[in-house]
């Protein structure tokens, strides 16, 4: 066996996350966004250790009044802002025990550079004393979902970006994903979600539920912007030969006019519980009880998202999971 991350539905010891830290870059989404933070690091705690990381004493002081009595252990760390998924270090398994892989981090090729997220892999390696590898290329955690065999989705409108590892084309981007995640099969979906600045992580558009098994939107209604995206992936995973399940889309969510990334595929798969994100839209409902249904034995709930969203993601994106 190799080193490789088991899928996320495998036990864990703790899942890493952030609290909402900087008013410049929340506005007034900031307390609505601790809000919803604080809402899904409940959920979760009731099944397994939150790590908690928070860059001011200001931040400290809020998180610890809306958590202080949860299973929850807080670390004191300068980050840029909360989207571990891709700042943190991969956690994987591997017959000499525990271990993680830290990646460059550029911003999202180059959009968002923020103080203290380069250094936030190293930061929860150390904390959780699981022994870090790191390696000299561009790759965030959302980029990639696993299935824990060694198969491994993602988007060639990401990982392909010349904003990421220049001309850098899929055969290596297999080599190196070979080499440092123990990764031997690929499956190369298209484009991700419309507007999403992270040029279209996998984790808002695709999601395994077991070995070989991916779930994928269905589009809902006529103007949903990611309809074409959807069926494409469809197409592309069918081919691959994958078993696959439907998820209701939330359809079109617009904020200021303009389309956002909303999904209830960016869901947490905890020990005991799932949470998925819910927007206010008419597919809410439906859509946490399709997601329930693929995870017999967890407590699924859907909790409001709308002002992480303004950040760019969901609860995937700001929790990464240390196996057990």
């Known amino acids: 066996m190799t080193a490789r991350q088991p899928a996320e539905w495998m036990p864990h010891a703790a899942t890493w996350t952030a609290w909402p830290s900087d008013p410049a870059l929340w506005q007034k ?102 022994p870090l590898a790191r390696h000299d290329w561009v790759l965030e955690g959302g980029a990639i979902e696993v299935d824990g065999t060694g198969l491994c989705v993602t988007t060639e409108a990401c990982l392909l970006n010349p904003n990421r590892n220049g001309a850098m084309d899929r055969f290596e981007v297999e080599a190196h994903l070979r080499r440092d995640l123990g990764i031997d099969r690929v499956l190369w979906l298209g484009d991700g979600l419309a507007n999403d600045h992270t040029d279209g992580h996998v984790d808002n558009l695709a999601r395994f539920v077991a070995a070989g098994v991916l779930a994928l939107p269905t589009g809902a209604g006529s103007d949903d912007p990611n309809a074409d995206v959807y069926d494409d992936a469809h197409d592309r995973a069918v081919a691959f030969g994958l078993d696959i399940v439907r998820v209701p889309s939330p359809g079109l969510i617009e904020v200021d006019g303009v389309a956002v990334p909303a999904s209830y595929m960016n869901w947490y798969v905890a020990n005991g519980v799932v949470v998925v994100p819910t927007y206010g839209a008419a597919n809410d409902e439906v859509a946490v009880a399709v997601i329930a249904a693929l995870f017999p034995g967890r407590r699924t709930v859907g909790l409001s998202a709308n002002a992480i969203l303004t950040g760019g993601g969901s609860f995937h994106c700001i929790t990464q999971q240390q196996p057990a």
């Open 29 to 130: 989404d900031l307390l609505p966004a601790r809000a919803e933070v604080a809402a899904m690091v409940w959920a979760i705690a009731e099944h397994e250790r939150v790590e908690l990381l928070v860059a001011t004493e200001e931040a400290a002081a809020s998180a610890h009044e809306a958590l202080h009595t949860a299973n929850v252990r807080f670390h004191h760390q300068l980050f840029g802002d909360i989207w571990l998924r891709d700042t943190g270090p991969l956690f994987m398994a591997s017959p000499a025990g525990p271990a993680a892989a830290a990646f460059r981090f550029n911003g999202w090729g180059g959009k968002y550079l923020l103080e203290g997220d380069d250094a936030v892999g190293a930061f929860v390696a150390r904390e959780s004393g699981v």
